[in-house]
């Protein structure tokens, strides 16, 4: 939605560097960890995940971290671009009764500077 | 946005009147959600669905309640509209419960006052 944004941690960054986006979880029976991005005015769009039996993984100019000894998973954008400003949610998600249940962050305002 | 079509976009009701949120998907998918995203909350699931007639309650179900008579709708009804339910809905979908990746809707502003 339009207000998601406010109120929330912001990351600002200049267009062309790499942005990191730090996200701590609480549960360690987590199965998979999501990464998701929305724009002003969307839905949460799926970006990347990792399984927890990997520690990183790498999509089209994104990377995700996870360091399961600290309970934290990063994303990493390589080369900023304007059309990466969002808000980028974190998510874990767990095998519960047949479907994987899935609990979101609260999220992260990526704000570009061209 | 994955064949999710959320109707309405935007609606604005009174407390106490009864509300109903439909999604919409072409794509088939066994499994549908809505959501509610406030800010400081994220997302939170309301109520989700693993098939017709089957579905079951999420972390925030108190005053909702959920249909899915056909694969293709999740139908969202407030009974009894409160301010606090004042948000925006997300629909989304998944291809297999296994898998965590969703699609979600474009969402829908409700306002009740």
């Known amino acids: 939605g339009e207000n998601v944004g406010l109120h929330l941690p912001t990351l600002s960054v200049q267009e062309g560097d790499n942005s990191i986006i730090n996200c701590a979880y609480s549960n360690s029976a987590s199965d998979y960890f999501i990464w998701y991005k929305q724009e002003s005015g969307k839905g949460p769009q799926f970006i990347i995940d990792i399984r927890s039996n990997m520690d990183k993984r790498q999509g089209q100019r994104v990377t995700v971290l996870l360091n399961k000894t600290v309970k934290h998973l990063s994303l990493q954008i390589a080369a900023t671009q304007p059309g990466d400003s969002a808000v980028y949610f974190c998510a874990e998600s767990a095998l519960s009764g047949g479907y994987q249940k899935v609990t979101f962050g609260i999220g992260t305002k990526l704000q570009v500077i061209p | 946005d994955a064949g999710i079509t959320q109707s309405p976009r935007h609606k604005v009701t009174e407390t106490g009147t009864p509300v109903t949120l439909r999604c919409h998907q072409t794509e088939n998918h066994r499994y549908m959600y809505w959501y509610r995203q406030d800010p400081g909350h994220g997302l939170r699931l309301i109520h989700y669905?693993?098939?017709?007639?089957?579905?079951d309650k999420g972390e925030v179900s108190d005053g909702y309640s959920v249909s899915r008579s056909k694969t293709e709708d999740f139908l969202l009804t407030l009974e009894s509209a409160t301010s606090s339910q004042t948000s925006v809905y997300f629909c989304?979908?998944?291809?297999?419960?296994?898998?965590?990746?969703?699609?979600f809707g474009q969402g829908t502003r409700l306002t009740v006052v």
């Open positions: 669905s693993y098939g017709v007639k089957d579905t």
């Open positions: 989304a979908i998944s291809v297999a419960g296994s898998r965590p990746e969703a699609f």
